[in-house]
C-alpha cells in the first residue's frame, strides 16, 4: 500500500508539472506506476520538461520518506485520488488534487453536507459579524462549514463552527507542518481539538507561495455543496474561489452589501452574475432542497414567548444598525444592570450580535 502512495507522491513532487498535466499523463499511462516507468524508458521525453523528466526519473526519497512518515501518526493521513476513502465530491473535478494530506478526522471531508464561507482577509466589523454568524448557524443546523484558514473572512466563519460546537473543515496552500498564518495557530488547534479536520494537496516543507492559493480555492469549493461569499473586493481571492465553484457545477450565494462599501462590490457582481442573493441562512438552506438536514432555523427569529417580556421591549431599540448599550438603556428607560443582562441573554440565543466597540446589532 505503502508503494502505491510513494508513487503518486512522486508525481506530486515532480516540479513544473501541475495537477492538470499529471492528470493528462494517467489518462495516457493509467496508473502512476507506469508513468513513472515510460519516464524511466525515454517515452515521456519531449512531453515533460527537463526538470520534470528528473524528477520523475530520481525521486526525491527523502521528502517522500518524510511524507510517508508522517502519515504513520495518529490523526495524520493521506490520501491519494484513487483511494476509496477519496471524498467521492472533490474527485469529480477537473483537475483533483492528486494527493490529500489530512490532519483531524478526514471522514469529515465526505460528509454530505459541506458548504464553503469565504470572503476578504480586510473585511468590515459587520462583514466579519456576518461571516460569523452564518457559519454558527449553518453548523447548528447540520452543515459543515469549509474554509480556508486566512484572515479575516475565514478566520470569522471557522470562529461559527467553533461557537455552534461542532466540526469544520480548513483547507491550506502549504504543507501541513506549518500553520500559515502564525496568528491563527490556535484557531487550527481549536478546530482540530473540536473533531474538524485540515487539508492540503501540498507535501510536507511546501512553502505557502501566493500560486499555490488560487489552487487552494478549487479544493474549498470542490469539497461543497455551495460557496458564500460574505465580502469580497472586485478582485480577490474570494471571487476566484466562487468562479471554481461555478465551474464545478456548485451553487454560489453572496451577501450583499452597502452600496458605498468596495468589500459588497464583488459580492454585487456575482449576484448581477447570476448568484443567489442571500441575506439569511433560511435563503441558503431553500437552495439546496436535496440536503437532509437537520436545521431548524427559525426564519423570522422571533424569541421563544416564554423568553422574559424585558427582551421583547429592548429589541424595540435594536435594529440593523449599531447602537450603542447607553443610548438602548437612555430609550428603554430600565436600569442599566438589567440592560445589560438581557443583553447577554439576547446575545447567546442569537438574536442579536456586539460588534467592535461594543454596539449591538440584530442577527
Excluded at 128 to 143: C, M, T, V
Aim: hydrophobic share 40%; charged share 20%; glycine share 8%.
Amino acid at each position: 500500500m505503502e508503494n502505491d502512495v510513494a508513487d503518486w507522491l512522486v508525481l506530486l513532487r515532480a516540479s513544473t508539472l501541475g495537477p492538470a498535466r499529471i492528470q493528462k499523463l494517467l489518462q495516457a499511462f493509467t496508473s502512476p506506476a507506469e508513468v513513472l516507468a515510460a519516464a524511466r524508458q525515454g517515452e515521456l521525453d519531449g512531453i515533460c520538461s527537463g526538470k520534470a523528466l528528473h524528477d520523475l526519473k530520481h525521486p526525491d526519497w527523502r521528502a517522500i520518506e518524510r511524507d510517508l512518515e508522517w502519515s504513520r501518526h495518529p490523526d495524520q493521513t493521506i490520501y491519494t485520488w484513487n483511494d476509496p476513502r477519496y471524498p467521492e465530491r472533490l474527485r469529480q473535478i477537473a483537475p483533483a488534487p492528486l494527493v490529500l494530506f489530512c490532519r483531524g478526522d478526514p471522514n469529515v471531508l465526505s460528509f454530505a453536507n459541506l458548504i464553503a464561507v469565504v470572503g476578504s482577509r480586510n473585511p468590515s466589523p459587520s462583514g466579519r459579524e456576518n461571516a460569523k454568524q452564518f457559519s454558527r448557524q449553518l453548523s447548528a443546523g447540520g452543515f459543515v462549514v469549509v474554509s480556508g484558514l486566512a484572515v479575516g473572512i475565514d478566520s470569522a466563519a471557522h470562529m461559527g463552527s467553533l461557537a455552534a460546537g461542532k466540526p469544520g473543515v480548513a483547507v491550506l496552500a502549504h504543507g501541513l507542518d506549518r500553520i500559515y498564518p502564525n496568528c491563527n495557530k490556535t484557531l487550527a488547534k481549536e478546530l482540530l481539538d473540536q473533531g474538524g479536520v485540515l487539508v492540503s494537496e501540498m507535501g510536507l516543507g511546501v512553502a505557502p507561495i501566493p500560486g499555490f492559493f488560487p489552487r487552494r480555492n478549487r479544493i474549498i469549493s470542490g469539497l461543497s455543496l455551495g460557496v458564500v461569499v460574505v465580502e469580497a473586493a472586485k478582485r480577490s481571492g474570494a471571487l476566484n474561489t466562487a468562479r471554481h465553484a461555478l465551474e464545478q457545477g456548485r451553487e454560489v450565494f453572496a451577501v450583499p452589501g452597502a452600496i458605498h462599501n468596495p468589500l459588497a462590490k464583488g459580492c454585487h457582481d456575482l449576484i448581477r452574475e447570476g448568484a443567489k442573493c442571500v441575506d439569511e441562512v433560511q435563503h441558503i438552506v431553500e437552495e439546496l432542497p436535496c440536503i437532509q438536514s437537520s436545521y431548524l432555523f427559525d426564519k423570522n427569529r422571533k424569541i421563544k414567548e416564554q423568553k422574559p417580556t424585558v427582551q421583547h421591549e429592548l429589541l424595540n431599540f435594536i435594529g440593523y444598525d449599531p447602537v450603542s448599550a447607553d443610548l438602548i438603556i437612555q430609550n428603554c428607560g430600565k436600569p442599566a444592570e438589567t440592560v445589560s443582562s438581557q443583553l447577554t441573554e439576547l446575545e447567546l440565543q442569537g438574536v442579536i450580535s456586539v460588534l467592535p466597540g461594543g454596539k449591538f446589532i440584530r442577527v
